[in-house]
């Protein structure tokens, strides 16, 4: 029954050639010493909310990893934990929109797994995806570059960071955990909040072929914005100060949060991106992504400070400032 799902759900949807050779594994074309690897796993409750499923979720979600690092995604491979009894239409409406997500996106799923696991022990369908990538231009120059002063490829990363930098988000903060939260059962709220579940490798192309000197990028999944601005200051040993007014959230978004006592800066995005940039390119850059689909709400939200070191702090729209911790738990479970 497992060779069949495969051959009659799988193989069709996906319809990739080396996928249909069904071996262990797939060679893919590749040019150059650099591959970038990383793998997640999707256990999002609801299987559908507004703006996405646990499909799309899956493929993008494992694109934008890719994209932060500077890799362009060029190859997926996916697992499935299916639940006995899940109903095959429901498997069938989730890998569709796997294979629509990455065809849109121009990366292929070439190979993958499938277990079944007796009723009880799953909830419906687990996904788990690896995502291959290469440099991607830009960033494929920086890491010939500091291979030779014997740095590796670290074009992006932390300890390019200094103080005066600035911060960019691509776009509006909170709307996936919003999204996935009021389309629970136990939430009987009417919204129009969707998911802005999306795949940002085009974008971040975009912003590394500006010319810009991009120091640092992450997408602000689970934990959030706050949450990804927390690993920031820890690993670089600065502060960043954020600037409440700049940062753009959608009013349906931050109306539905407060009447449910959750924080918008803990909340995560599936379709944005946080950027460190030199403060000299920060502006122009905005300019740049503000010309693409996905970019058009981009803004500069804050800066990097010396001191205090490891510190998010927050200046409200009202004049006070406040901190912004690591949130020390989950306040969103199963979101993503």
């Known amino acids: 029954m497992s060779h069949e799902l495969i051959e009659q759900v799988f193989v069709p ?12 594994g797939a060679w893919i074309e590749a040019s150059g010493p650099n591959v970038c690897i990383t793998t997640d796993a999707f256990v999002v409750k609801p299987l559908f909310f507004p703006g996405g499923d646990i499909g799309s979720l899956a493929v ?23 639940e006995e009894g899940l109903e095959l239409p429901i498997l069938k409406r989730i890998a569709a929109s796997m294979a629509a997500a990455s065809k849109s996106a121009g990366v292929p799923i070439v190979t ?20 291959v990538g290469q440099p991607m ?25 200094e103080p ?27 919204s129009q909040v969707a998911s802005d579940c999306a795949p940002i490798h085009e974008l971040v192309a975009t912003a590394l ?16 914005l706050a949450t990804v601005l927390n690993e920031i200051a820890s690993k670089c040993g600065m502060s960043i100060a954020i600037d409440e007014a700049n940062v753009p959230i959608k009013t349906e978004v931050s109306a539905a949060l407060e009447l ?25 850059l905005v300019a740049t992504l503000a010309g693409h689909e996905l970019g058009r ?20 729209s009202v004049g006070g400032r406040r901190i912004l911790p690591m949130l020390t738990a989950d306040q969103l479970p199963r979101i993503c």
């Open 60 to 82: 993008y979600g494992t694109i934008n990893d890719l994209a932060v690092m500077g890799a362009k995604p060029i190859a997926l491979s996916c697992s499935f934990v299916l």
């Open 297 to 316: 709400q981009s803004a500069v939200i804050g800066r990097v400070e010396k001191a205090p070191a490891g510190m998010v702090s927050l200046a409200s």
């Open 209 to 224: 072929a500006s010319g810009a000197d991009v120091k640092f990028m992450r997408d602000p999944t689970r934990g959030g």
């Open 164 to 190: 005066g930098d600035n911060v960019i988000i691509t776009g509006t903060i909170g709307d996936h955990g919003t999204a996935v939260l009021l389309a629970r059962e136990r939430f009987e709220i009417s």
């Open 112 to 131: 993958g797994d499938t277990k079944v696991v007796e009723k009880g022990a799953a909830d419906g369908v687990f996904i788990t995806t690896t995502g």
């Open 13 to 24: 949807a996906f319809g990739s050639s080396i996928l249909a050779e069904l071996d262990d």
């Open 137 to 161: 231009d830009n960033a494929r120059l920086r890491c010939r570059g500091l291979r030779r002063r014997g740095l590796g490829c670290r074009g992006l990363g932390y300890n390019r960071i």
């Open 260 to 284: 449910l006592g959750l924080d918008p800066f803990y909340v995560a995005s599936e379709g944005r991106c946080v950027m460190v940039v030199a403060a000299s390119d920060a502006q122009r």
